[in-house]
C-alpha cells in the first residue's frame, strides 16, 4: 500500500524522505516511490509536495493524499 510521502519506502516518514525528494527535484540520481511523492495529486513531483510534506512532518496540519 501506497504510504504518503514516503519517498523511500522504508514506512516512516522523516526528514530523509525530505532529503531524497530534493535531491530528485533537483535532478540527482536518486530512486524514489513515485506514487508516494505526488503528496497533493497534482500529477507532478516538485517543491509543493515538498513543502506539504515539511509541514507535516513538523505536525501541520496539512492533507497528504
Not at 18 to 42: E, H, P
Request: charged fraction near 20%; glycine fraction near 8%.
Amino acid at each position: 500500500a501506497k504510504k504518503h510521502g514516503d519517498i523511500t519506502s522504508d514506512g516512516n516518514l522523516n526528514n530523509q524522505d525530505l532529503a531524497i525528494l530534493m535531491q530528485y527535484i533537483n535532478g540527482w540520481s536518486v530512486q524514489i516511490n513515485i506514487d508516494a511523492a505526488d503528496v497533493n495529486n497534482d500529477g507532478m513531483i516538485n517543491n509543493k509536495d515538498y513543502v506539504l510534506i515539511m509541514r507535516h512532518i513538523n505536525g501541520w496540519d496539512v492533507e497528504l493524499k
